[in-house]
C-alpha cells in the first residue's frame, strides 16, 4: 500500500522535470535575483549581521509555515495560527512571571499545551465531524484572539524573568535561538514528510483522497495528527513570539496566518492540496523575508512594500497555475 | 481560490460585529445639562477625560449625563438617541467609529442639539468644535527631546502606523522639529502597525540598514516598546527611544532605565477641561474654534519620579 502512494508521487518525467524541482529552482533564482537588486541598493544587506536579522525575522512565519505546509498538503488551511500563537505567548508569559519553580520549562511546556489543545480540537472538528477546516480554523482566530483580550484585560504581561529570554533573545555560536528553532523544525518537518511512511500518506489524502482511501490510508488519523503537530509548532511560535517582545502582548501574531500561508503558496505548494514541500516553503519564507528586509533597508515607504509584496504573492500563484495546467492534456 | 473566500470571509466578520445596545438613564433639574458617551470607560486615558469633563462641569453649574459606548457604534447611537429624547443641551461624544456616527450627529443636529467631539473626530454631521491632544506638538517634543539626548548629531528613525491620521500627525511634527537640527538626519521611517510585533521586525531592520542610528521615535507606546525589543536584543542600550502615550508598561520601561528614555503624554483631564470650556462658550453665544488642540507634555525619568 505504501508503494501505490508512491508510484503516484514518481512522476515519469526525469527528477529534475518534476513539477517540484522546478517551482524550487524558479524561487531560488527569485531569491538570487532580488538579492543581488537589495545589495545594489542597499549597503547593509549583504552584511552578515543583517543576514542574521533576516534569518531572525523569518523565525517565527518559518515555524509557522511547517506546520502550515503539512496542513495545506492534506488539503486543509489553518487561519488561527496568529491568534492561537498570541494566546500560546500569554499563557506562558503568565506561566513564566508567576515565580513557581522552574517557571520558564513549565511556561515552555504550557505554551505548547495550549497549541496542542487548540490543534486536537481543529483536528477532531475536521476529521471527525468533517467540519470545512476554513470554517473551523476562522472560529478558532476569532475565539482565541477574544481570549487573549479577555485573559490579560487587554494589557500586556510583562515583568519576566530573565530566563524567559531563552527562547527568543538568547544566541547560540552567533546564530541566535528563534533560528535554530527554526531550522530544526525545518529539518524535522523535511523528515517526517518525506521519509516517514506518515509523510506519503499526508500527500495521499489531499493529492487524492479517494484512491488513499481505496489504498487503506487512515484518512481521519493521518488529518487528526497533522493538525495535532501543526497545533505544537503554533504553540512553539507562540512561547518564541512572548520571548522575542519579552511580553505576552494581546494583539501579537495579528494576520500571522496572511505571512504563512504567503510564505507556503510563493514556495509553491499548492493550495488544492498534495503537492508542495517544506523545502519549498523555506524558500518562499526566505524570498518573503529578504523582500520585507531589503524593502525597508532600502527605506521604500510603507505603502510601496504592501504593493510589492500583493504583485509577489500573485506572480508565485500564478507560476504556480501555469506550471500545474501545462503538463496537463485537459485543462 | 480558497484565499478568496478568506478574503470575502474576512470582511463579512468585520462587518458583522456584535451588536448590543444599551440603554442608560441620567437626568434631573437644574442647569444646562449635557449627555456625554465616551468611547469607553476602562482606559485609564478615558477615566482621567472623564475627571476633567466632571470637574469643569461641576465649576460651570452643568449637569452630566455620562455612559459609555464600549466602542460599540450601535450602543453609541442608541445613547445619543436617548440624550435627543431627553432633550440636553449639548451632547460630548467620543466616536466609536468616526463615520458611522455620522447619522446619529445629523439626528442631532436636526432636533438642534449641539455636538462637540473629544479625543476622535467624527466624518459628517455638523460639530461644534473637536477637542483632541495636539498630535503635531507632540511630535516636535519627541524630536526635540532627541535631539537634545544625541546631541544633536547623528541618523534617528521613526516607527510609524501611517494608516492612522494621528499617527501621522505625530511623525509629521517629528520630522518638521528635526529639519532645526542640521546635524540630525530622520535615516529612516517604517510602518510598525502600531503593534509590538510589526514594531520589532520593522526596528531590527532599521538597526541594521541604519548603523548611525541613535534615536527611534514610536508613534505610539506599543511601537516604542518593539522598538525597545529590538534594542535590547540587539544591545543597544545606547539608543535613545521615545514612544507616546505613557501606558503603565512604558512608563516603568523608562523608570528601570532602559533604552526607552522618555514618553509623550497626553493630558485628558485638560482635554475634559477644555471640552467643556468650549460648550461655555457655545452657550455664551460666543464663537468657538473648530478645532481646539490640547497640549501635550513629555515625561522622562526624572518627571516621573
Partial sequence: MNETVREREVAPRPRYLQWQTVAEYVIVVAIVLESIFFAVYAPQFLSLPNLINIALSIAITGILAVGMTAVILTGGIDLSVGSVAALAGIVAAMVAGSSAPGAVALAALAALGVGLAVGVFNGVMVARFRVPPFVVTLAMLTICRGLAFVVTDGRSISDLPPGFALFGREVFLSVPVPVWLMLLVFAAGWFVLKRMTFGRYVYAVGGNREAAFLAGVNIKGVTLLVYVLNGLLVGLAGLVLASRLGAGVPNAGNQYELDVIAAVVVGGTSLNGGRGSVIATLWGAVFIGVLNNGLNLANVDPYTQRIALGVVILLAVLADQLNKTRGQVIA | ?305
Avoid: W
Avoid at chain 2, 10 to 28: D, F, H, Y
Avoid at chain 2, 64 to 87: E, R, W
Avoid at chain 2, 110 to 136: E, M
Avoid at chain 2, 203 to 229: C, V
Fill in chain 2, 1 to 305: 481560490m480558497r484565499l478568496n473566500v478568506y478574503a470575502l470571509c474576512l470582511a463579512l466578520l468585520v462587518g458583522a460585529t456584535s451588536v448590543l445596545s444599551g440603554c442608560n438613564k441620567g437626568g434631573g433639574a437644574g442647569g444646562k445639562r449635557i449627555g456625554v458617551t465616551l468611547l469607553t470607560r476602562e482606559h485609564v486615558f478615558y477615566k482621567d477625560l472623564e475627571a476633567g469633563l466632571k470637574e469643569a462641569a461641576d465649576k460651570a453649574g452643568y449637569q452630566l449625563i455620562v455612559t459609555s459606548g464600549d466602542m460599540d457604534l450601535a450602543k453609541q447611537q442608541s445613547q445619543i438617541d436617548n440624550f435627543i429624547v431627553q432633550k440636553v443641551d449639548a451632547i460630548i461624544l467620543c466616536p466609536a467609529d468616526s463615520k458611522g456616527i455620522a447619522p446619529a450627529i445629523e439626528k442631532a443636529n436636526a432636533a438642534n442639539i449641539p455636538v462637540f467631539t473629544a479625543d476622535i473626530a467624527a466624518q459628517g454631521g455638523q460639530v461644534v468644535a473637536h477637542v483632541a491632544s495636539d498630535n503635531l506638538s507632540g511630535g516636535r517634543l519627541a524630536a526635540e527631546y532627541i535631539a537634545k539626548a544625541i546631541g544633536g548629531q547623528g541618523d534617528v528613525g521613526i516607527i510609524g502606523q501611517q494608516e492612522v491620521q494621528s499617527g501621522l500627525d505625530r511623525e509629521t511634527g517629528f520630522k518638521e522639529e528635526m529639519k532645526k537640527y542640521p546635524g540630525i538626519k530622520v535615516a529612516a521611517v517604517l510602518n510598525g502597525g502600531g503593534v509590538r510585533d510589526k514594531a520589532l521586525k520593522a526596528a531590527e531592520d532599521m538597526l541594521q540598514g541604519n548603523p548611525n542610528l541613535k534615536g527611534i521615535f514610536g508613534i505610539n507606546d506599543d511601537s516604542a516598546l518593539g522598538a525597545l525589543s529590538a534594542a535590547e536584543s540587539g544591545k543597544r542600550n545606547d539608543l535613545v527611544i521615545v514612544g507616546y502615550d505613557a501606558i503603565p508598561e512604558a512608563v516603568k520601561a523608562i523608570q528601570r532605565g532602559s533604552a526607552l528614555k522618555a514618553d509623550v503624554a497626553q493630558q485628558p483631564r485638560d482635554l475634559g477641561a477644555k471640552t467643556i470650556e468650549a460648550i461655555s462658550k457655545h452657550f455664551a453665544g460666543q464663537p468657538v474654534e473648530k478645532s481646539i488642540a490640547v497640549p501635550v507634555k513629555i515625561v522622562d525619568a526624572s518627571s516621573l519620579k
